[in-house]
């Protein structure tokens, strides 16, 4: 995307030219402009998200879904959103006001940060070419956890407690058989960069010779997401909300628009490990890469959203159960293979 | 129509069993025996567990204010023979008391309850006698003819 | 050492899955339950003590808001009680009779219906819950086309019923009949075969068929604990002996069993619905009933195959021309008894889908 890297080029040179500013300066305002310009791409991704879920779940369960506000409903996410701004800020009596307050923001945070890392084109990220980058996205997404946590204990809600206690032992277990599973592309790949790791599946996706990992990581990162059929923290049948029972308004607004922020990240980092990134299949090259990585991470969604509307909820020992005796021993069993057959791989070509 | 048991046979059973306890009751059913109160559990489990008889199903409990008694009406059935009985207890109105038969169905505890919080009959024995449909702090007995708003 | 306490969780009357005002307290180890107390009574409307100051066939409307998600039976029991009071289950004309089974049966499906779909969404399947609701939707328009009411028909009558039907409506019927056994099969593909909702119901919540029988467990929930005994077979009322039909029965009377019962029912019903439509007669759907009924002096039990178990009215009369007294049997009331044994030692996941299983519906329980 080399009009993205015009546009920032420009923008420094304008910044540092003709209005004078230090290098330090120009750097602080560019990376203010591309959080920004982050920010700007989560929302975009949350209305056609949430439309999109919608009208899918719709057309699964043989309803029409929002039909009224717009072309086919799209208005009526912002519509909503406004109104949810205009509601009452209900903080419960006994509530421990300050983290109840700070809680869906750091939820939002978390999710806002993991973009930092996400290539969308070669180059194109907000911390280019960190060399840990799949590192820095998994150490980000686990610190989600305790702003489920920190909303769940300080509602003083014991709907809200039980949630967040899900919350916990659900994504403590879960972590280990995401990463497990990444571990497999790393090896292939050589590198914990995702600019490099897309550049090595220029012919081949890592789908394929990692299929399991594949697999699991999707699993894992459904659990990772509270999504269906894993969604045991909300579990709107038992716990009535989970750890939102107590949240309205605007706060129960960003907890949900960190969640959709968490699902765009997660199919991100599906796309770019497993799915090629931005590299077009087919010699279709026509279609810039940006819009290819961008197909690949709503197919990857549309999935997410069809496993949702098509199962029931798991009992949590049986997530457990899941967890810890079944994708973890997999995960690593493909570690252990990966690693022969890279080891072969090179006996052969060296 | 239903079929009806044996009445005489089992009354006279019954009454040779545990003493002068049962007798035949005259209504429009033809199926209905009286027992008196403090015979209740006893005859219920030996009609119960006696194979002849085999009412292993408990219908109905019901009660009816009567102008001169109150009477807790007892319906069963038996799933070999599809035979019906229906008991009667008839209970002072002063002080309405009968035993409880939680102890041979778990069905009656719901019932005898609910009987206690519309009717005020007092079942002696019932494991959780409290009211169950009205609230805790409610006045009076809503299905007694003398209730008054 | 870490000090361990025993957390109190009050879970409605206002919860998603407590299928109305239901309302129970429940003391909690981790999330297994230790304990399970029933409050019930939110919904109470005193309907028996109503009925005493209502004539005999000013109570039918009534009968819809006990059990409302199946009100044509309800009032079928209470009407089949009347008539047997005043001795004139004999004189009820054939077409009545038919149009009697036709529309509880319908009622029957529409009801397991709702049962199916909230079950699902007990355990978050929403999808499976609007496939239900499809099919009930179509029920429903029948039967207000029937009768004008959707939920709470006033359908019956002492002595027959409200209104003929016309060769239009049979019409819908069979088209709605013949669609029936292809959506239940997608009932199945949805639900009953997916492994997620079977590992979360097989063997959750069991009752041996002794403790069924000790509990009072009637109709698709005794027949899920073991026991053959459906009164539309064996004790038939009205006209059921005529029509062949098999009375699913299974072993385990787990929460996967009650479900499958549901299920296996209402292919029967269409069943029935099928033969009803067949025989029908053309005829009056009025026996001669006085206007002001005054039934003798006396008293009648009876009861009938509801959906959620044996609905019974215990009716005295002291030969005016309103009941002395009106005792609703409620299967739903009856069968929540289980719930306080039972819930020991579950999770509360499987606590809600225990709930949901045994088929309770509030207006019932509370009346």
Redesign the interface.
């Given at each position: 995307m080399e009009i993205f890297n015009t546009i920032a080029n420009g923008l420094r040179d304008w910044l540092m030219g003709s209005l004078g500013f230090s290098a330090t300066a120009t750097e602080i305002i560019t990376t203010a402009v591309w959080t920004l310009v982050a920010i700007l791409f989560v929302m975009i991704n949350l209305i056609i998200l949430v439309w999109m879920e919608r009208k899918l779940a719709a057309y699964f369960q043989l309803r029409r879904g929002p039909n009224r506000l717009g072309p086919a409903g799209f208005l009526q996410f912002p519509v909503d959103i406004v109104k949810v701004l205009g509601k009452e800020d209900i903080i419960p009596a006994n509530a421990d006001r300050f983290i109840f307050k700070i809680a869906s923001t750091c939820a939002f945070i978390t999710s806002l940060t993991a973009f930092a890392v996400i290539p969308f084109s070669e180059g194109v990220a907000l911390l280019q070419n960190l060399n840990i980058g799949i590192f820095y996205f998994i150490a980000v997404g686990s610190t989600a956890t305790l702003s489920l946590l920190m909303g769940g204990w300080s509602s003083n809600n014991k709907y809200s407690l039980l949630g967040g206690m899900r919350t916990v032992a659900q994504m403590i277990s879960y972590e280990i058989p995401m990463v497990f599973s990444l571990l497999g592309v790393v090896m292939i790949a050589g590198s914990l960069n995702l600019t490099d790791i897309v550049n090595a599946q220029k012919n081949t996706w890592f789908v394929i010779p990692q299929l399991i990992a594949f697999i699991v990581f999707f699993i894992a990162a459904t659990a990772e997401l509270n999504r269906g059929p894993f969604d045991l923290a909300e579990g709107e049948q038992e716990l009535v909300a989970g750890y939102m029972t107590e949240y309205s308004g605007i706060r129960w607004a960003i907890y949900m628009i960190a969640e959709y922020g968490n699902l765009v990240a997660s199919s991100a980092i599906i796309s770019i490990m497993f799915l090629g990134g931005w590299n077009a299949p087919f010699g279709l090259t026509f279609i810039p890469p940006f819009l290819w990585l961008m197909l690949k991470i709503y197919l990857v969604i549309f999935v997410f959203m069809w496993i949702r509307w098509t199962l029931p909820r798991i009992r949590i020992d049986h997530l457990m159960h899941f967890g810890w005796k079944f994708l973890i021993p997999v995960s690593l069993a493909n570690i252990l293979v990966t690693g022969i057959g890279v080891y072969v791989y090179r006996m052969i070509t060296l | 129509?239903?079929k009806i048991v044996n009445r005489e046979a089992l009354v006279g059973e019954l009454n040779k069993k545990f003493g002068d306890c049962a007798e035949i009751f005259e209504?429009?059913?033809n199926q209905s025996i009286k027992v008196k109160p403090e015979k209740i559990v006893e005859v219920m489990q030996e009609i119960r567990e006696n194979p002849d008889y085999d009412f292993?199903?408990?219908?109905?409990l019901?009660?009816?204010?009567y102008p001169e008694n109150f009477t807790v009406?007892y319906?069963l059935n038996s799933?070999t023979y599809?035979h019906k009985l229906?008991v009667k207890v008839e209970l002072d109105k002063a002080k309405p008391q009968v035993p409880s038969i939680t102890s041979l169905?778990?069905?009656?505890?719901?019932?005898e309850r609910?009987v206690y919080d519309?009717m005020g009959i007092e079942f002696t024995g019932h494991p959780n006698l409290k009211?169950?449909?009205?609230?805790d702090d409610f006045d009076g007995h809503?299905?007694r003819k003398d209730f008054k708003n | 050492m870490l000090k361990t306490q025993e957390l109190t969780l009050n879970m409605g009357p206002q919860h998603p899955s407590t299928h109305g005002v239901f309302r129970c307290v429940l003391k909690l180890e981790g999330e297994y339950i230790r304990e399970c107390v029933n409050h019930t009574g939110y919904l109470h409307r005193g309907l028996e003590k109503l009925a005493e100051a209502r004539t005999y066939s000013q109570f039918i409307p009534y009968n819809g808001r006990l059990d409302y998600v199946s009100g044509m039976l309800n009032e079928l029991s209470y009407v089949q009680t009347v008539e047997k009071l005043m001795g004139i289950t004999e004189e009820i004309p054939e077409r009545a009779q038919y149009l009697r089974i036709i529309l509880g049966e319908l009622q029957r499906l529409a009801s397991h219906a709702i049962y199916v779909g909230t079950f699902a969404l007990d355990m978050a399947g929403f999808t499976p819950f609007m496939y239900a609701f499809r099919d009930r939707d179509r029920m429903l328009d029948l039967i207000e086309a029937a009768s004008g009411q959707r939920l709470m028909p006033n359908y019956m009558r002492i002595g027959g019923v409200a209104a003929d039907l016309d060769e239009e409506w049979f019409k819908e019927l069979e088209i709605l009949m013949n669609d029936m056994p292809a959506c239940i099969d997608e009932y199945d593909g949805i639900l009953t075969g997916n492994e997620i909702m079977r590992a979360r119901t097989i063997g959750v919540a069991p009752v041996s068929a002794e403790m069924a029988l000790s509990y009072g467990f009637t109709g698709p929930n005794l027949r899920a604990s073991g026991f053959d005994y459906d009164l539309r077979r064996d004790e038939p009322y009205g006209i059921y002996d005529r029509f062949k039909f098999d009375v699913p029965v299974r072993k385990d009377g787990d929460t996967y069993d009650r479900y499958c019962i549901r299920v296996a029912e209402m292919r029967e019903s269409v069943k029935i619905i099928k033969q009803a439509m067949k025989d029908i007669p053309e005829g009056p759907i009025m026996a001669k009933v006085p206007k002001v009924i005054k039934p003798p002096v006396g008293e009648a039990f009876h009861r009938i195959e509801n959906s959620k178990g044996h609905l019974g009215f215990h009716i005295v009369s002291d030969g005016s021309t309103k009941p002395y007294r009106t005792r609703i049997y409620s299967p739903c009331f009856v069968n929540l008894g289980f719930l306080p044994t039972t819930a020991k030692g579950l999770h509360l996941m499987d606590l809600v889908v225990a709930l949901a299983s045994i088929d309770i519906v509030l207006g019932e329980v509370d009346r």
């Amino acid at each position: 995307m080399e009009i993205f890297n015009t546009i920032a080029n420009g923008l420094r040179d304008w910044l540092m030219g003709s209005l004078g500013f230090s290098a330090t300066a120009t750097e602080i305002i560019t990376t203010a402009v591309w959080t920004l310009v982050a920010i700007l791409f989560v929302m975009i991704n949350l209305i056609i998200l949430v439309w999109m879920e919608r009208k899918l779940a719709a057309y699964f369960q043989l309803r029409r879904g929002p039909n009224r506000l717009g072309p086919a409903g799209f208005l009526q996410f912002p519509v909503d959103i406004v109104k949810v701004l205009g509601k009452e800020d209900i903080i419960p009596a006994n509530a421990d006001r300050f983290i109840f307050k700070i809680a869906s923001t750091c939820a939002f945070i978390t999710s806002l940060t993991a973009f930092a890392v996400i290539p969308f084109s070669e180059g194109v990220a907000l911390l280019q070419n960190l060399n840990i980058g799949i590192f820095y996205f998994i150490a980000v997404g686990s610190t989600a956890t305790l702003s489920l946590l920190m909303g769940g204990w300080s509602s003083n809600n014991k709907y809200s407690l039980l949630g967040g206690m899900r919350t916990v032992a659900q994504m403590i277990s879960y972590e280990i058989p995401m990463v497990f599973s990444l571990l497999g592309v790393v090896m292939i790949a050589g590198s914990l960069n995702l600019t490099d790791i897309v550049n090595a599946q220029k012919n081949t996706w890592f789908v394929i010779p990692q299929l399991i990992a594949f697999i699991v990581f999707f699993i894992a990162a459904t659990a990772e997401l509270n999504r269906g059929p894993f969604d045991l923290a909300e579990g709107e049948q038992e716990l009535v909300a989970g750890y939102m029972t107590e949240y309205s308004g605007i706060r129960w607004a960003i907890y949900m628009i960190a969640e959709y922020g968490n699902l765009v990240a997660s199919s991100a980092i599906i796309s770019i490990m497993f799915l090629g990134g931005w590299n077009a299949p087919f010699g279709l090259t026509f279609i810039p890469p940006f819009l290819w990585l961008m197909l690949k991470i709503y197919l990857v969604i549309f999935v997410f959203m069809w496993i949702r509307w098509t199962l029931p909820r798991i009992r949590i020992d049986h997530l457990m159960h899941f967890g810890w005796k079944f994708l973890i021993p997999v995960s690593l069993a493909n570690i252990l293979v990966t690693g022969i057959g890279v080891y072969v791989y090179r006996m052969i070509t060296l | 129509m239903d079929k009806i048991v044996n009445r005489e046979a089992l009354v006279g059973e019954l009454n040779k069993k545990f003493g002068d306890c049962a007798e035949i009751f005259e209504d429009n059913t033809n199926q209905s025996i009286k027992v008196k109160p403090e015979k209740i559990v006893e005859v219920m489990q030996e009609i119960r567990e006696n194979p002849d008889y085999d009412f292993k199903v408990l219908m109905n409990l019901s009660s009816v204010d009567y102008p001169e008694n109150f009477t807790v009406v007892y319906h069963l059935n038996s799933l070999t023979y599809y035979h019906k009985l229906t008991v009667k207890v008839e209970l002072d109105k002063a002080k309405p008391q009968v035993p409880s038969i939680t102890s041979l169905w778990i069905a009656a505890n719901v019932q005898e309850r609910e009987v206690y919080d519309l009717m005020g009959i007092e079942f002696t024995g019932h494991p959780n006698l409290k009211r169950i449909l009205l609230s805790d702090d409610f006045d009076g007995h809503p299905l007694r003819k003398d209730f008054k708003n | 050492m870490l000090k361990t306490q025993e957390l109190t969780l009050n879970m409605g009357p206002q919860h998603p899955s407590t299928h109305g005002v239901f309302r129970c307290v429940l003391k909690l180890e981790g999330e297994y339950i230790r304990e399970c107390v029933n409050h019930t009574g939110y919904l109470h409307r005193g309907l028996e003590k109503l009925a005493e100051a209502r004539t005999y066939s000013q109570f039918i409307p009534y009968n819809g808001r006990l059990d409302y998600v199946s009100g044509m039976l309800n009032e079928l029991s209470y009407v089949q009680t009347v008539e047997k009071l005043m001795g004139i289950t004999e004189e009820i004309p054939e077409r009545a009779q038919y149009l009697r089974i036709i529309l509880g049966e319908l009622q029957r499906l529409a009801s397991h219906a709702i049962y199916v779909g909230t079950f699902a969404l007990d355990m978050a399947g929403f999808t499976p819950f609007m496939y239900a609701f499809r099919d009930r939707d179509r029920m429903l328009d029948l039967i207000e086309a029937a009768s004008g009411q959707r939920l709470m028909p006033n359908y019956m009558r002492i002595g027959g019923v409200a209104a003929d039907l016309d060769e239009e409506w049979f019409k819908e019927l069979e088209i709605l009949m013949n669609d029936m056994p292809a959506c239940i099969d997608e009932y199945d593909g949805i639900l009953t075969g997916n492994e997620i909702m079977r590992a979360r119901t097989i063997g959750v919540a069991p009752v041996s068929a002794e403790m069924a029988l000790s509990y009072g467990f009637t109709g698709p929930n005794l027949r899920a604990s073991g026991f053959d005994y459906d009164l539309r077979r064996d004790e038939p009322y009205g006209i059921y002996d005529r029509f062949k039909f098999d009375v699913p029965v299974r072993k385990d009377g787990d929460t996967y069993d009650r479900y499958c019962i549901r299920v296996a029912e209402m292919r029967e019903s269409v069943k029935i619905i099928k033969q009803a439509m067949k025989d029908i007669p053309e005829g009056p759907i009025m026996a001669k009933v006085p206007k002001v009924i005054k039934p003798p002096v006396g008293e009648a039990f009876h009861r009938i195959e509801n959906s959620k178990g044996h609905l019974g009215f215990h009716i005295v009369s002291d030969g005016s021309t309103k009941p002395y007294r009106t005792r609703i049997y409620s299967p739903c009331f009856v069968n929540l008894g289980f719930l306080p044994t039972t819930a020991k030692g579950l999770h509360l996941m499987d606590l809600v889908v225990a709930l949901a299983s045994i088929d309770i519906v509030l207006g019932e329980v509370d009346r």
